[in-house]
Protein backbone atom coordinates (compact mmCIF):
# COMPACT_ATOMS: atom_id res chain seq x y z
CA UNK A 1 0.00 0.00 0.00
CA UNK A 2 1.30 2.96 -0.89
CA UNK A 3 1.83 6.13 1.86
CA UNK A 4 0.21 9.62 1.69
CA UNK A 5 3.47 12.25 2.27
CA UNK A 6 1.54 15.63 3.40
CA UNK A 7 2.07 19.02 4.85
CA UNK A 8 0.20 21.05 7.18
CA UNK A 9 0.48 25.06 7.23
CA UNK A 10 0.34 25.87 10.86
CA UNK A 11 0.57 29.27 9.92
CA UNK A 12 -1.09 33.06 10.60
CA UNK A 13 -3.89 33.93 8.23
CA UNK A 14 -4.56 37.33 8.58
CA UNK A 15 -8.70 38.12 8.62
CA UNK A 16 -9.65 40.27 6.11
CA UNK A 17 -5.98 39.50 3.92
CA UNK A 18 -7.60 38.06 1.10
CA UNK A 19 -5.20 38.55 -1.63
CA UNK A 20 -2.30 38.41 1.08
CA UNK A 21 -3.28 35.00 2.41
CA UNK A 22 -4.03 33.46 -1.04
CA UNK A 23 -0.12 34.70 -1.65
CA UNK A 24 0.95 32.69 1.01
CA UNK A 25 -0.97 29.53 0.06
CA UNK A 26 0.17 29.85 -3.57
CA UNK A 27 3.82 29.89 -2.01
CA UNK A 28 3.19 26.86 0.73
CA UNK A 29 1.21 25.04 -2.24
CA UNK A 30 5.02 25.22 -3.98
CA UNK A 31 6.90 24.52 -1.02
CA UNK A 32 4.87 21.18 -0.82
CA UNK A 33 4.74 20.02 -4.08
CA UNK A 34 8.21 20.58 -4.13
CA UNK A 35 9.21 18.48 -1.27
CA UNK A 36 6.82 15.74 -2.52
CA UNK A 37 3.60 16.20 -0.60
CA UNK A 38 0.68 14.38 -2.17
CA UNK A 39 -1.52 16.92 -0.08
CA UNK A 40 -1.01 20.13 1.41
CA UNK A 41 -3.64 21.61 4.49
CA UNK A 42 -4.34 24.80 5.50
CA UNK A 43 -6.25 26.04 8.70
CA UNK A 44 -9.96 26.73 8.69
CA UNK A 45 -11.11 29.87 6.89
CA UNK A 46 -7.86 30.22 5.11
CA UNK A 47 -8.73 33.04 2.88
CA UNK A 48 -11.18 35.27 5.05
CA UNK A 49 -9.01 34.81 8.28
CA UNK A 50 -10.63 33.67 11.26
CA UNK A 51 -12.79 34.89 12.36
CA UNK A 52 -14.02 37.39 10.00
CA UNK A 53 -17.31 38.49 11.77
CA UNK A 54 -19.40 40.86 10.15
CA UNK A 55 -16.87 40.86 6.63
CA UNK A 56 -19.43 37.87 6.19
CA UNK A 57 -22.09 39.99 5.86
CA UNK A 58 -20.44 41.97 2.38
CA UNK A 59 -21.09 40.55 -0.61
CA UNK A 60 -17.80 41.89 -2.23
CA UNK A 61 -15.82 40.09 0.80
CA UNK A 62 -17.24 36.55 -0.24
CA UNK A 63 -16.80 37.46 -3.87
CA UNK A 64 -13.12 38.28 -3.15
CA UNK A 65 -12.20 35.00 -1.33
CA UNK A 66 -14.35 33.01 -4.14
CA UNK A 67 -12.39 34.75 -6.74
CA UNK A 68 -8.85 34.22 -5.05
CA UNK A 69 -10.10 30.33 -4.39
CA UNK A 70 -10.74 30.14 -7.86
CA UNK A 71 -7.35 31.18 -9.09
CA UNK A 72 -5.49 28.94 -6.39
CA UNK A 73 -7.57 26.30 -7.85
CA UNK A 74 -6.42 26.63 -11.50
CA UNK A 75 -2.40 26.87 -9.93
CA UNK A 76 -2.70 23.47 -8.82
CA UNK A 77 -0.38 21.43 -10.68
CA UNK A 78 0.82 17.98 -9.02
CA UNK A 79 -0.62 18.58 -5.37
CA UNK A 80 -3.76 18.59 -3.85
CA UNK A 81 -4.76 21.51 -1.66
CA UNK A 82 -7.32 21.60 1.07
CA UNK A 83 -8.22 25.41 1.94
CA UNK A 84 -10.80 26.59 4.25
CA UNK A 85 -12.94 29.17 2.94
CA UNK A 86 -16.31 31.02 2.88
CA UNK A 87 -18.67 29.28 0.91
CA UNK A 88 -21.72 31.16 -0.65
CA UNK A 89 -24.63 29.26 -2.20
CA UNK A 90 -27.79 31.83 -1.39
CA UNK A 91 -26.45 30.79 2.07
CA UNK A 92 -22.49 31.03 3.53
CA UNK A 93 -20.82 27.71 4.93
CA UNK A 94 -18.16 27.49 6.78
CA UNK A 95 -16.45 25.26 4.53
CA UNK A 96 -12.91 23.45 2.89
CA UNK A 97 -12.44 22.80 -0.47
CA UNK A 98 -9.76 20.26 -2.18
CA UNK A 99 -8.42 21.91 -5.05
CA UNK A 100 -6.85 19.49 -7.48
CA UNK A 101 -5.92 19.13 -10.71
CA UNK A 102 -6.79 23.00 -11.56
CA UNK A 103 -10.37 23.05 -10.49
CA UNK A 104 -12.23 22.85 -7.54
CA UNK A 105 -12.79 18.90 -6.98
CA UNK A 106 -14.85 18.38 -3.74
CA UNK A 107 -16.28 21.16 -0.82
CA UNK A 108 -17.08 20.13 2.48
CA UNK A 109 -19.12 22.36 4.45
CA UNK A 110 -18.59 22.42 8.64
CA UNK A 111 -21.17 20.32 10.33
CA UNK A 112 -21.18 21.56 13.94
CA UNK A 113 -21.87 25.43 14.42
CA UNK A 114 -20.36 26.57 17.96
CA UNK A 115 -22.16 29.03 19.32
CA UNK A 116 -20.97 29.52 23.00
CA UNK A 117 -17.61 31.24 24.34
CA UNK A 118 -16.21 32.89 22.18
CA UNK A 119 -17.96 31.24 18.78
CA UNK A 120 -20.24 32.74 16.92
CA UNK A 121 -20.53 30.26 14.31
CA UNK A 122 -24.48 30.10 13.77
CA UNK A 123 -25.01 33.89 13.36
CA UNK A 124 -23.07 33.61 10.13
CA UNK A 125 -23.11 30.39 8.97
CA UNK A 126 -25.97 27.52 7.82
CA UNK A 127 -24.45 24.19 8.87
CA UNK A 128 -23.34 21.36 6.52
CA UNK A 129 -25.07 18.05 6.17
CA UNK A 130 -22.97 14.49 5.91
CA UNK A 131 -19.30 14.14 5.51
CA UNK A 132 -16.72 14.70 2.76
CA UNK A 133 -13.68 11.67 1.97
CA UNK A 134 -11.41 12.22 -1.47
CA UNK A 135 -9.09 9.53 -2.76
CA UNK A 136 -5.53 11.07 -2.62
CA UNK A 137 -2.18 9.35 -3.94
CA UNK A 138 -4.19 5.84 -2.98
CA UNK A 139 -5.66 7.20 0.61
CA UNK A 140 -8.96 7.44 1.61
CA UNK A 141 -9.61 10.82 3.40
CA UNK A 142 -11.75 12.37 5.35
CA UNK A 143 -12.31 16.25 5.49
CA UNK A 144 -13.66 17.81 8.68
CA UNK A 145 -13.40 20.96 9.92
CA UNK A 146 -12.52 22.60 13.30
CA UNK A 147 -16.08 21.54 16.06
CA UNK A 148 -16.86 18.50 13.48
CA UNK A 149 -14.26 16.10 15.61
CA UNK A 150 -15.67 17.20 18.80
CA UNK A 151 -18.71 15.79 18.07
CA UNK A 152 -18.67 11.91 17.51
CA UNK A 153 -20.90 11.99 14.22
CA UNK A 154 -19.02 13.68 11.44
CA UNK A 155 -16.06 11.49 12.11
CA UNK A 156 -18.58 8.67 12.40
CA UNK A 157 -20.18 9.33 8.81
CA UNK A 158 -16.04 10.12 7.16
CA UNK A 159 -15.29 6.52 8.42
CA UNK A 160 -18.82 4.96 7.24
CA UNK A 161 -17.79 6.34 3.87
CA UNK A 162 -13.87 4.59 4.03
CA UNK A 163 -12.07 7.02 5.55
CA UNK A 164 -8.74 5.62 6.51
CA UNK A 165 -7.29 9.25 7.66
CA UNK A 166 -9.43 12.31 8.92
CA UNK A 167 -7.69 15.93 7.98
CA UNK A 168 -9.08 18.18 10.40
CA UNK A 169 -8.57 21.90 9.76
CA UNK A 170 -8.93 24.76 12.82
CA UNK A 171 -9.11 27.66 13.94
CA UNK A 172 -9.11 26.78 17.90
CA UNK A 173 -8.16 29.69 19.76
CA UNK A 174 -5.94 28.89 23.37
CA UNK A 175 -6.67 29.04 26.49
CA UNK A 176 -4.98 27.63 29.58
CA UNK A 177 -7.15 24.18 29.48
CA UNK A 178 -7.85 24.00 25.91
CA UNK A 179 -4.79 21.29 24.71
CA UNK A 180 -5.75 18.84 27.61
CA UNK A 181 -9.27 19.41 25.87
CA UNK A 182 -7.98 18.62 22.34
CA UNK A 183 -6.27 16.03 22.86
CA UNK A 184 -8.91 14.14 24.74
CA UNK A 185 -11.79 14.51 21.34
CA UNK A 186 -8.87 13.82 19.15
CA UNK A 187 -7.76 10.27 20.86
CA UNK A 188 -11.74 9.48 21.20
CA UNK A 189 -12.42 10.33 17.54
CA UNK A 190 -9.56 7.71 16.33
CA UNK A 191 -10.63 5.17 18.86
CA UNK A 192 -14.34 5.12 18.15
CA UNK A 193 -13.29 5.42 14.06
CA UNK A 194 -10.48 3.57 13.71
CA UNK A 195 -8.76 6.76 11.86
CA UNK A 196 -5.83 8.11 11.90
CA UNK A 197 -6.27 12.32 12.62
CA UNK A 198 -4.52 14.86 11.26
CA UNK A 199 -4.79 18.04 13.12
CA UNK A 200 -4.18 21.20 12.06
CA UNK A 201 -4.62 24.20 13.96
CA UNK A 202 -4.35 27.94 12.91
CA UNK A 203 -1.67 30.41 14.66
CA UNK A 204 -1.46 33.78 15.32
CA UNK A 205 -2.68 36.76 17.64
CA UNK A 206 -6.47 37.83 16.08
CA UNK A 207 -7.78 40.89 18.50
CA UNK A 208 -8.59 39.18 21.87
CA UNK A 209 -7.73 35.46 20.38
CA UNK A 210 -4.77 33.79 20.17
CA UNK A 211 -4.00 31.04 18.45
CA UNK A 212 -1.67 28.60 19.34
CA UNK A 213 -1.28 25.90 16.13
CA UNK A 214 0.01 23.09 18.58
CA UNK A 215 -1.19 20.80 15.53
CA UNK A 216 -1.06 17.24 16.34
CA UNK A 217 -1.06 13.60 14.65
CA UNK A 218 -2.88 11.03 16.58
CA UNK A 219 -2.93 7.39 15.16
CA UNK A 220 -5.66 4.71 14.44
CA UNK A 221 -5.11 3.57 17.81
CA UNK A 222 -5.68 6.60 19.60
CA UNK A 223 -2.41 7.18 20.50
CA UNK A 224 -0.39 10.47 19.85
CA UNK A 225 2.01 10.32 17.13
CA UNK A 226 3.62 13.93 17.24
CA UNK A 227 2.37 17.44 18.66
CA UNK A 228 3.72 20.60 17.13
CA UNK A 229 4.79 23.63 19.47
CA UNK A 230 2.77 26.41 20.46
CA UNK A 231 2.81 29.75 18.58
CA UNK A 232 5.31 28.61 16.47
CA UNK A 233 4.48 29.00 12.20
CA UNK A 234 6.13 25.95 10.62
CA UNK A 235 5.18 23.73 7.74
CA UNK A 236 4.63 20.30 9.15
CA UNK A 237 5.86 17.61 6.75
CA UNK A 238 4.16 13.87 7.74
CA UNK A 239 3.73 10.37 6.21
CA UNK A 240 0.53 8.31 6.89
CA UNK A 241 0.89 4.48 6.03
CA UNK A 242 -2.67 2.95 5.39
CA UNK A 243 -1.60 -0.14 6.23
CA UNK A 244 -0.98 0.99 10.05
CA UNK A 245 -3.09 3.78 10.15
CA UNK A 246 -0.56 5.28 11.25
CA UNK A 247 1.04 8.89 10.82
CA UNK A 248 4.87 9.77 11.44
CA UNK A 249 6.37 13.22 12.10
CA UNK A 250 9.32 14.08 10.14
CA UNK A 251 11.62 16.58 11.67
CA UNK A 252 8.93 18.60 13.87
CA UNK A 253 10.08 21.44 15.56
CA UNK A 254 10.17 20.89 19.20
CA UNK A 255 9.65 23.64 22.07
CA UNK A 256 12.43 24.74 23.62
CA UNK A 257 10.22 25.27 27.05
CA UNK A 258 6.58 23.81 27.08
CA UNK A 259 5.83 24.44 30.56
CA UNK A 260 2.73 26.22 31.53
CA UNK A 261 4.09 29.37 31.72
CA UNK A 262 6.15 29.52 28.91
CA UNK A 263 3.23 28.71 26.89
CA UNK A 264 1.33 31.20 28.58
CA UNK A 265 3.97 33.81 28.02
CA UNK A 266 4.31 32.96 24.53
CA UNK A 267 0.64 33.72 23.90
CA UNK A 268 0.99 37.12 25.20
CA UNK A 269 3.71 37.88 23.37
CA UNK A 270 2.23 36.69 20.34
CA UNK A 271 -1.01 38.28 21.16
CA UNK A 272 1.23 41.75 21.59
CA UNK A 273 3.19 41.38 18.01
CA UNK A 274 0.38 40.60 16.42
CA UNK A 275 -1.91 43.54 17.28
CA UNK A 276 0.74 45.91 16.81
CA UNK A 277 2.08 44.82 13.59
CA UNK A 278 -1.66 43.95 11.93
CA UNK A 279 -2.55 47.16 12.65
CA UNK A 280 0.41 49.15 11.34
CA UNK A 281 1.62 50.89 14.58
CA UNK A 282 5.93 51.49 14.83
CA UNK A 283 5.53 50.69 18.39
CA UNK A 284 4.22 51.06 21.95
CA UNK A 285 5.11 52.74 25.43
CA UNK A 286 3.68 52.43 28.73
CA UNK A 287 3.70 54.13 32.38
CA UNK A 288 6.77 51.92 33.98
CA UNK A 289 5.64 52.34 38.15
CA UNK A 290 8.30 50.16 39.71
CA UNK A 291 5.15 48.05 40.46
CA UNK A 292 4.98 44.41 39.17
CA UNK A 293 2.21 44.45 36.71
CA UNK A 294 4.08 47.03 34.91
CA UNK A 295 7.31 45.36 35.15
CA UNK A 296 5.61 42.39 33.70
CA UNK A 297 4.24 44.26 30.59
CA UNK A 298 7.53 46.12 29.71
CA UNK A 299 9.38 42.65 29.23
CA UNK A 300 6.39 41.47 27.19
CA UNK A 301 6.36 44.13 24.77
CA UNK A 302 10.65 43.97 24.45
CA UNK A 303 10.59 40.37 23.56
CA UNK A 304 7.37 41.10 21.26
CA UNK A 305 8.79 43.90 18.78
CA UNK A 306 12.26 44.59 20.19
CA UNK A 307 13.52 47.37 22.91
CA UNK A 308 13.95 50.01 19.83
CA UNK A 309 10.24 49.59 19.32
CA UNK A 310 9.01 50.44 23.40
CA UNK A 311 9.39 53.27 25.30
CA UNK A 312 8.40 53.49 29.26
CA UNK A 313 7.83 56.49 30.96
CA UNK A 314 7.97 56.92 34.55
CA UNK A 315 5.42 59.47 36.28
CA UNK A 316 6.19 60.25 39.89
CA UNK A 317 4.40 61.91 42.83
CA UNK A 318 5.44 62.65 46.38
CA UNK A 319 4.20 59.10 46.96
CA UNK A 320 6.26 57.81 44.82
CA UNK A 321 9.13 55.60 46.23
CA UNK A 322 12.46 55.34 45.98
CA UNK A 323 12.38 51.76 45.36
CA UNK A 324 9.91 52.50 42.45
CA UNK A 325 11.99 54.76 40.83
CA UNK A 326 14.69 52.91 41.36
CA UNK A 327 13.34 49.31 40.11
CA UNK A 328 12.05 51.22 36.78
CA UNK A 329 14.93 52.81 36.07
CA UNK A 330 16.28 49.33 36.61
CA UNK A 331 14.53 47.60 34.48
CA UNK A 332 14.69 49.79 31.63
CA UNK A 333 18.39 50.08 31.12
CA UNK A 334 18.40 46.02 31.43
CA UNK A 335 16.29 46.17 28.40
CA UNK A 336 17.47 48.68 26.66
CA UNK A 337 14.27 51.05 25.91
CA UNK A 338 13.71 54.63 25.13
CA UNK A 339 12.96 55.93 29.20
CA UNK A 340 11.52 58.97 30.38
CA UNK A 341 10.62 60.10 33.76
CA UNK A 342 7.98 63.25 34.38
CA UNK A 343 7.42 64.49 37.33
CA UNK A 344 3.19 64.93 37.90
CA UNK A 345 3.53 66.44 41.34
CA UNK A 346 3.09 69.94 39.76
CA UNK A 347 0.42 68.83 37.03
CA UNK A 348 -1.79 66.97 40.10
CA UNK A 349 -1.52 70.54 41.71
CA UNK A 350 -2.38 72.37 39.46
CA UNK A 351 -5.81 70.57 38.64
CA UNK A 352 -6.20 70.48 42.13
CA UNK A 353 -5.73 74.30 42.18
CA UNK A 354 -8.56 75.07 39.74
CA UNK A 355 -10.59 72.63 41.04
CA UNK A 356 -10.50 73.96 44.84
CA UNK A 357 -13.55 76.26 44.69
CA UNK A 358 -15.76 73.51 43.36
CA UNK A 359 -14.25 70.78 45.96
CA UNK A 360 -14.59 73.69 48.79
CA UNK A 361 -16.08 72.08 52.24
CA UNK A 362 -15.51 68.63 51.08
CA UNK A 363 -12.44 66.36 52.90
CA UNK A 364 -10.29 64.55 50.96
CA UNK A 365 -10.59 61.18 49.47
CA UNK A 366 -10.45 58.59 46.71
CA UNK A 367 -11.06 61.56 44.25
CA UNK A 368 -7.35 63.23 44.87
CA UNK A 369 -6.00 59.79 44.27
CA UNK A 370 -7.85 59.09 40.87
CA UNK A 371 -6.78 62.42 39.87
CA UNK A 372 -2.83 61.28 40.10
CA UNK A 373 -4.16 58.46 38.04
CA UNK A 374 -6.02 60.68 35.25
CA UNK A 375 -3.00 62.72 35.14
CA UNK A 376 -0.76 59.94 34.13
CA UNK A 377 -3.75 58.82 31.29
CA UNK A 378 -3.37 62.77 30.37
CA UNK A 379 0.59 62.40 29.88
CA UNK A 380 0.53 59.39 28.10
CA UNK A 381 -1.97 59.80 25.92
CA UNK A 382 -0.28 62.80 24.76
CA UNK A 383 2.55 60.85 24.53
CA UNK A 384 1.20 58.16 22.05
CA UNK A 385 -0.42 60.99 19.95
CA UNK A 386 3.06 62.85 19.62
CA UNK A 387 4.89 59.70 18.84
CA UNK A 388 2.57 57.45 17.00
CA UNK A 389 3.27 54.63 19.18
CA UNK A 390 0.14 52.37 20.95
CA UNK A 391 -0.61 52.76 24.82
CA UNK A 392 -0.64 49.80 26.55
CA UNK A 393 -2.74 49.29 29.55
CA UNK A 394 -1.21 47.42 32.38
CA UNK A 395 -3.97 46.08 34.84
CA UNK A 396 -4.32 42.62 35.55
CA UNK A 397 -7.68 40.30 35.55
CA UNK A 398 -7.87 40.84 39.62
CA UNK A 399 -7.82 44.48 39.63
CA UNK A 400 -10.69 44.24 36.71
CA UNK A 401 -12.51 41.81 38.13
CA UNK A 402 -13.21 43.88 41.23
CA UNK A 403 -13.09 47.34 39.87
CA UNK A 404 -9.50 48.33 41.10
CA UNK A 405 -8.83 50.72 38.96
CA UNK A 406 -9.49 54.20 37.36
CA UNK A 407 -11.62 55.07 34.31
CA UNK A 408 -9.43 57.38 32.13
CA UNK A 409 -6.32 56.75 34.06
CA UNK A 410 -4.41 53.58 34.45
CA UNK A 411 -7.05 51.90 32.17
CA UNK A 412 -5.67 53.89 29.44
CA UNK A 413 -4.23 52.50 26.69
CA UNK A 414 -5.40 50.53 23.52
CA UNK A 415 -4.29 46.99 24.24
CA UNK A 416 -3.77 45.08 27.78
CA UNK A 417 -1.68 42.32 27.30
CA UNK A 418 -2.30 41.53 30.93
CA UNK A 419 -5.63 41.89 30.94
CA UNK A 420 -6.90 38.30 31.49
CA UNK A 421 -4.25 37.25 33.79
CA UNK A 422 -4.53 36.96 37.44
CA UNK A 423 -2.29 38.97 40.05
CA UNK A 424 -0.98 35.52 41.04
CA UNK A 425 -0.32 34.34 37.47
CA UNK A 426 1.24 37.95 37.34
CA UNK A 427 3.75 36.62 39.84
CA UNK A 428 4.51 33.60 38.18
CA UNK A 429 5.05 34.43 34.66
CA UNK A 430 7.37 37.28 36.30
CA UNK A 431 9.59 34.74 38.09
CA UNK A 432 9.64 32.68 35.04
CA UNK A 433 10.68 35.35 33.01
CA UNK A 434 13.72 35.83 35.49
CA UNK A 435 14.45 32.01 35.31
CA UNK A 436 14.41 31.99 31.71
CA UNK A 437 16.97 34.59 31.24
CA UNK A 438 18.69 37.80 32.47
CA UNK A 439 16.83 38.55 35.29
CA UNK A 440 15.36 41.73 33.26
CA UNK A 441 12.89 42.17 35.90
CA UNK A 442 14.66 43.12 39.37
CA UNK A 443 14.21 41.06 41.68
CA UNK A 444 13.17 43.41 44.30
CA UNK A 445 10.20 44.84 42.16
CA UNK A 446 8.62 41.39 42.50
CA UNK A 447 8.95 40.70 46.45
CA UNK A 448 7.51 44.05 47.35
CA UNK A 449 4.02 44.42 48.21
CA UNK A 450 1.59 45.84 45.24
CA UNK A 451 0.97 49.12 45.96
CA UNK A 452 -0.80 51.70 43.76
CA UNK A 453 0.89 54.72 45.45
CA UNK A 454 -1.96 57.16 45.99
CA UNK A 455 -1.48 58.18 49.05
CA UNK A 456 1.38 57.11 51.89
CA UNK A 457 2.03 53.87 53.00
CA UNK A 458 -0.71 52.63 50.65
CA UNK A 459 -0.68 48.75 49.74
CA UNK A 460 -3.44 46.57 47.36
CA UNK A 461 -4.45 45.08 50.28
CA UNK A 462 -6.07 48.04 52.02
CA UNK A 463 -8.77 47.86 50.16
CA UNK A 464 -8.75 44.11 48.49
CA UNK A 465 -8.01 40.44 50.19
CA UNK A 466 -4.64 39.05 50.13
CA UNK A 467 -4.34 37.83 46.20
CA UNK A 468 -4.17 34.20 47.05
CA UNK A 469 -7.65 34.34 48.74
CA UNK A 470 -8.72 36.92 45.76
CA UNK A 471 -7.87 34.89 43.25
CA UNK A 472 -9.25 31.50 44.75
CA UNK A 473 -12.56 33.07 44.92
CA UNK A 474 -12.65 34.74 41.60
CA UNK A 475 -11.59 31.86 39.80
CA UNK A 476 -14.76 30.12 41.28
CA UNK A 477 -16.99 32.69 40.39
CA UNK A 478 -15.97 33.33 36.98
CA UNK A 479 -14.67 30.48 35.27
CA UNK A 480 -16.69 27.74 37.54
CA UNK A 481 -19.32 29.87 38.01
CA UNK A 482 -20.19 29.09 41.50
CA UNK A 483 -22.69 30.64 43.67
CA UNK A 484 -21.18 32.45 46.76
CA UNK A 485 -22.74 29.81 49.32
CA UNK A 486 -20.79 27.14 47.15
CA UNK A 487 -17.20 29.18 47.50
CA UNK A 488 -18.21 30.08 50.93
CA UNK A 489 -18.45 25.85 51.77
CA UNK A 490 -14.76 25.58 50.37
CA UNK A 491 -13.66 27.16 53.19
CA UNK A 492 -13.63 30.51 52.16
CA UNK A 493 -14.99 33.62 54.89
CA UNK A 494 -18.23 34.27 53.73
CA UNK A 495 -18.46 37.98 54.63
CA UNK A 496 -15.13 38.23 52.30
CA UNK A 497 -16.62 36.43 49.32
CA UNK A 498 -20.20 38.63 49.69
CA UNK A 499 -17.71 41.43 49.50
CA UNK A 500 -15.50 40.04 46.09
CA UNK A 501 -18.91 38.97 44.62
CA UNK A 502 -20.78 42.14 44.82
CA UNK A 503 -17.12 43.97 43.95
CA UNK A 504 -17.42 42.15 40.38
CA UNK A 505 -20.65 42.39 39.62
CA UNK A 506 -20.57 46.05 40.51
CA UNK A 507 -17.52 47.01 38.36
CA UNK A 508 -18.85 45.80 34.68
CA UNK A 509 -19.94 49.55 33.70
CA UNK A 510 -15.57 49.85 34.15
CA UNK A 511 -14.87 46.27 32.30
CA UNK A 512 -16.72 47.93 29.25
CA UNK A 513 -14.62 50.62 29.16
CA UNK A 514 -11.32 48.71 29.27
CA UNK A 515 -9.21 48.13 26.68
CA UNK A 516 -9.28 44.52 24.31
CA UNK A 517 -5.99 41.96 25.75
CA UNK A 518 -5.29 38.65 24.58
CA UNK A 519 -7.86 36.18 25.93
CA UNK A 520 -5.70 33.07 27.82
CA UNK A 521 -8.45 31.82 30.48
CA UNK A 522 -11.62 30.05 29.50
CA UNK A 523 -14.21 32.76 30.79
CA UNK A 524 -12.72 36.22 29.40
CA UNK A 525 -13.92 39.47 30.58
CA UNK A 526 -15.64 41.15 27.50
CA UNK A 527 -16.00 38.23 24.26
CA UNK A 528 -16.91 35.81 26.31
CA UNK A 529 -18.23 36.42 29.76
CA UNK A 530 -21.04 38.91 29.33
CA UNK A 531 -23.54 40.17 32.02
CA UNK A 532 -25.55 43.40 32.15
CA UNK A 533 -24.37 46.61 33.27
CA UNK A 534 -27.77 47.40 34.75
CA UNK A 535 -28.68 44.50 36.63
CA UNK A 536 -31.20 43.46 39.62
CA UNK A 537 -30.09 40.39 40.34
CA UNK A 538 -27.28 40.00 43.04
Not at 88 to 98: D, I, M, P, R, T
Not at 152 to 160: D, G, L, S, Y
Not at 267 to 284: E, M, S, T
Request: glycine residues 8%; aromatic residues 8%; charged residues 20%.
Amino acid sequence: MAKLRLALAQFDFAVGAVAANAAKVRELMAQAHNGGAGLVAFPELTLSGYPPEDLLLRPSFLAACDSELDALAAATDGIAALVGHPHSEGEVYNAASLLRAGRVEVTAHKQALPNYGVFDDKRYFRPGHGSVTATIDGVQVGLLICEDVWQPEPAAQAAAAGAQLIVAINASPWDMAKQAEREAALVARARETGCAMAYLNLVGGQDELVYDGASMLVDGDGSIAARAPAFVDALLWAEFDPATRRLRAENWPVAADASPAATLYAALVRGIRDYIDKNGFPGVLLGLSGGIDSALTLALAVDALGAGRVTAVMMPTRYTSQLSLDGARAQAQRLGVDYHVIDIEPTCASFLSALAPAFAGKAADTTEENLQSRTRGVMLMALSNKHGRLLLSTGNKSEMAVGYATLYGDMCGAYAPLKDVYKTVVYQLARWRNGAGNGVIPPEVIERAPSAELRDNQTDQDSLPAYDELDAILARFIEAEQSQAEIAAQGFPVDTVRRVVRLVLHNEFKRRQSAPGPRVTTRAFGRERRYPITSGWH
